[in-house]
């Protein structure tokens, strides 16, 4: 009997001293080499002597329709946007290309294809759909965007190896800290997606909002001019994103794997 509560004593000890070392190693801080400080903090909160910007951006235009009808709020509203374009999508919309960049707008490249066991097969394929997307554009309007957005932001593709590459080619990476989930269901009732657009917004003092204009998105069409009095009433100045612009992509760690291995 004593041999087994020393058993169970010892047991137990054990156990004390495995709950300790593993406590310890998780409070140990991430190196600062593991994460790139180049990036602009995408959740940077708001002080009071700090200057509230908002970027709206459109991915996986041109469409047909409601990129117009897009282009017509903003005109209305008096305010611009980013539009990431896919460049397969161009031929036989190019009067939209031209309006988004006629109207002042800011125009980037989201890839030729927008196929992920496409784009994300290799670093080089990534690049050259990039190249192909500004080929795209610039038979348009005689420009050649170097701003880009990753199908599905950049958070399980990006690497430091993958970012100097796409230095290199001049490219500058962007993605968003505010979502309103158009992409994910273009269906959301235009309250949902308004709600999903400003809320939390108020925590951050640049905003870079994600949204969509495909033929699905006709609700977002419908949220849209709330979303942008919204803001307005809230004391943002709306800018687009240009080269000038700080890169704003999300954090990039070691522990991510790497770019474009286990990409279906």
Same mark, same amino acid.
């Given at each position: 009997?004593?041999?087994r509560?020393?058993?169970? !004593?010892f047991? !137990? ?7 300790? $070392?593993?406590k310890?190693?998780?409070?140990i ?8 400080s180049?990036?602009?903090d ?16 459109f ?6 329709k409601?990129?117009?009808r897009? !282009?017509?709020?903003l005109?209305?509203?008096d ?5 990431f ?6 031929e036989?919309? /190019?009067?939209v290309v ?5 109207? /002042?707008?800011?125009i980037?490249? *989201?890839?030729?294809? *927008?196929?992920?066991?496409?784009i994300y ?11 192909? $997307? ?13 701003i ?5 932001g ?10 100097k ?17 158009d ?14 657009a400003t ?12 949204? *969509?204009c ?6 977002t069409c419908?949220? !849209?001019? /709330?979303?942008?009095e ?18 704003l ?16």
């Amino acid at each position: 009997m004593k041999n087994r509560i020393k058993f169970f !004593l010892f047991l !137990l000890s054990g156990l004390f001293v495995i709950f300790i $070392c593993v406590k310890n190693v998780s409070a140990i801080p991430i190196s600062s080499n593991e994460t790139t400080s180049e990036n602009y903090d995408l959740d940077k909160k708001v002080s009071h002597d700090m200057k509230k910007v908002i970027y709206l951006t459109f991915d996986d235009g041109p469409s047909y329709k409601v990129t117009d009808r897009v !282009l017509d709020i903003l005109k209305e509203k008096d305010v611009k946007g980013t539009f990431f374009l896919i460049g397969s999508q161009i031929e036989g919309r /190019e009067e939209v290309v031209k309006r988004i960049y006629d109207e /002042e707008n800011s125009i980037g490249l *989201h890839t030729y294809t *927008h196929k992920f066991n496409k784009i994300y097969c290799s670093e080089d394929k990534f690049i050259q759909e990039m190249l192909a $997307c500004r080929i795209q554009i610039n038979n348009v309007i005689g420009i050649s965007p170097n701003i880009i957005r990753f199908p599905g932001g950049s958070s399980k593709h990006l690497n430091n190896r993958c970012l100097k590459k796409l230095h290199d080619n001049n490219f500058k990476v962007y993605d968003w800290n505010m979502d309103n989930t158009d992409g994910l269901n273009p269906k959301l009732s235009p309250y949902s997606l308004y709600r999903k657009a400003t809320k939390g917004s108020e925590k951050l003092s640049k905003v870079i909002l994600l949204l *969509h204009c495909t033929d699905m998105n006709n609700n977002t069409c419908e949220a !849209l001019p /709330e979303i942008i009095e919204y803001y307005k009433s809230q004391g943002y100045e709306f800018k687009t994103i240009t080269e000038e612009t700080q890169e704003l992509y999300f954090p990039i760690s070691r522990r991510t794997f790497t770019f474009f291995e286990n990409i279906i």
